[in-house]
Structures are given as C-alpha cells and as structure tokens.
C-alpha cells in the first residue's frame, strides 16, 4: 500500500496542472447535473458560448 501513495504522489506531482484540471472538470459537472437551477443552467450556457468564442 505504501508503494501505491508513493507512485499516487509522484504523479501527482509531476501532474499538478492535469490534476487541478480533473478536479474542476468534476465540480463543474456535479455542479450542473445536481445543484444548477435554471437561471444558472442559463448561465452556463452564455459562458459555453463565449468560451468557445474564444477558442
């Protein structure tokens, strides 16, 4: 087991961009599918439109 936190730590070290982007990826989605009403459901979606404006 203890070999297993020591590879888990070293990936995530190296990867701490990757991680932060997992991370926020998977708010996001809890977000929307459970807390989002509809005014931010709205919301989202001018963000969506603007990100991919930008892109």
Do not use: G, H, P
Request: glycine share 0%.
């Amino acid at each position: 087991m203890a070999k297993y936190a020591e590879v888990n730590k070293k990936w995530n070290d190296k990867n701490e961009a990757r991680k932060l982007y997992i991370n926020k990826r998977s708010t996001t989605k809890n977000f929307i599918l459970n807390l989002a009403i509809e005014d931010d459901l709205e919301q989202i979606e001018k963000y969506i439109e603007e990100r991919r404006n930008n892109l």
